[in-house]
């Protein structure tokens, strides 16, 4: 190996590592969410120093996204004096979590990576999971001494080192799905299939006792698509087995339907609401990138400034119509092509992979995990591993777990 590989080879790993700190590090540290970047973004810009490949870009999921990109830059225009707010969002936010896609499908290589990163995730998820359930029953997890966060109604729910019962339901559906694909249609057999029923049990138990309706949804919206695209009997089974778990355990079905009843999410409404009326005063250019809680503020005098609980009408709301058709049409590529190549291939993995990140795209619509940095930086990687292995970059499309 001469003196150029050698380094080659160096910033190939200082990359991989990066990625697989960020993965590990999503319940745990966004500090370290952040350092770690900063290998994966080291180690990138060494390769291309090196070999100048930049062909990775030539596609039109990308073409997509600077699209997206674009617009959202336009809506600075109507920003005034929140421009250097807008710009923040703009660039080390969008744009960093923009890159992080872009990255992944020049540092993921082959089936050996995907296997290890997806291990790094599960891995992670059981660390976050255990954590989890410790603050269940001890009212105090181990990640980050997060004491269990009490509801209305004095529910008992579990955030692990997460910020919010919300989050740690959202950020459970990519690993959960992962699992439960490996379980169901994977060759797994004897240990491994007991292990695989064990992280289920885990991640399930989290998931119902977060107490978070959005990620009880999207826990749904990730079995019927697996439904749909596997077309197994066994699937039905599945999908009732879950809603009579919620429908038959009181405080679950209690939770719930409280969405449904006046007053049960009227402070999410009231956020949309406001969205809306922000994208009707500005359709084409939004009312600028990062601001929509600058405009709560100035135009709703008392009310509690949060984000929107809806990632999709932030992003008309803030950017306009066209900065979320973009994205719209970025991630329907994603999964489009996902689908088809799980369709012609049948890897388990990714079939996991599509319906995790489904699911929680389905869960953004009740909440903002785009703009919140572990669940942002999870699901920017998680697409950019469904777009990989649904490209030609991966020549066997058989990944599964034998």
């Excluded at 540092?107 to 790094?120: L, T």
């Excluded at 603050?135 to 004491?147: A, D, I, K, S, V």
């Excluded at 989050?167 to 959960?176: H, K, N, V």
């Excluded at 929107?308 to 066209?322: D, K, P, R, V, W």
């Amino acid at each position: 190996m001469n003196k150029n590989n050698k380094v080659y080879s160096f910033f190939d790993f200082l990359a991989k590592f990066g990625l697989g700190g960020m993965l590990f590090f999503i319940p745990i540290s966004n500090a370290l969410i952040d350092s770690f970047f900063g290998f994966f973004l080291l180690g990138f810009i060494g390769k291309k120093a090196i070999d100048h490949d930049f062909s990775f870009l030539k596609q039109w999921v990308n073409v997509a996204l600077f699209l997206f990109f674009l617009f959202m830059s336009a809506s600075l225009l109507n920003s005034g004096n929140y421009i250097s707010t807008s710009l923040i969002a703009l660039f080390l936010k969008w744009g960093k979590y923009i890159l992080i896609f872009l990255l992944m499908q020049d540092v993921i290589s082959g089936r050996k990576d995907i296997f290890i990163f997806s291990a790094v995730l599960l891995f992670s998820a059981t660390i976050a999971s255990i954590s989890g359930i410790t603050q269940f029953f001890w009212g105090m997890e181990f990640l980050r001494g997060r004491e269990i966060q009490i509801m209305k109604g004095g529910v008992r729910a579990i955030t692990s080192g997460l910020s919010h019962c919300n989050s740690f339901g959202g950020y459970l559906l990519i690993p959960l799905f992962l699992v439960l694909s490996l379980f169901l249609f994977g060759k797994s057999s004897g240990l491994r299939k007991c292990l695989l029923l064990f992280l289920i049990l885990i991640f399930g138990f989290c998931v119902f006792h977060t107490y978070s309706r959005g990620a009880w949804i999207g826990v749904l919206a990730g079995l019927l698509t697996l439904t749909l695209i596997t077309r197994k009997r066994v699937m039905i089974l599945v999908v009732c087995a879950f809603l009579g778990i919620i429908l038959l355990y009181p405080r679950l079905r209690e939770i719930f339907f409280s969405m449904f009843i006046a007053g049960g999410d009227s402070l999410r409404f009231e956020y949309w609401r406001i969205a809306c009326a922000m994208f009707n005063e500005s359709p084409i250019l939004g009312k600028g990138l990062g601001l929509f809680m600058p405009y709560v503020s100035d135009h709703y005098p008392g009310m509690l400034v949060a984000y929107t609980h809806n990632c999709y009408l932030q992003i008309l709301a803030e950017s306009g119509l066209f900065s979320f058709m973009a994205f719209l049409s970025f991630l329907f590529m994603v999964l489009y092509k996902a689908v088809k190549r799980y369709l012609s291939g049948r890897s388990v993995i990714l079939l996991g992979v599509v319906c995790g990140l489904f699911s929680f795209s389905v869960h953004s619509f009740l909440d903002v995990y785009l703009y919140y940095l572990p669940l942002a930086t999870l699901f920017w990687i998680w697409a950019g591993l469904a777009y990989v292995m649904a490209s030609s970059k991966i020549p066997e499309a058989r990944q599964e777990i034998k």
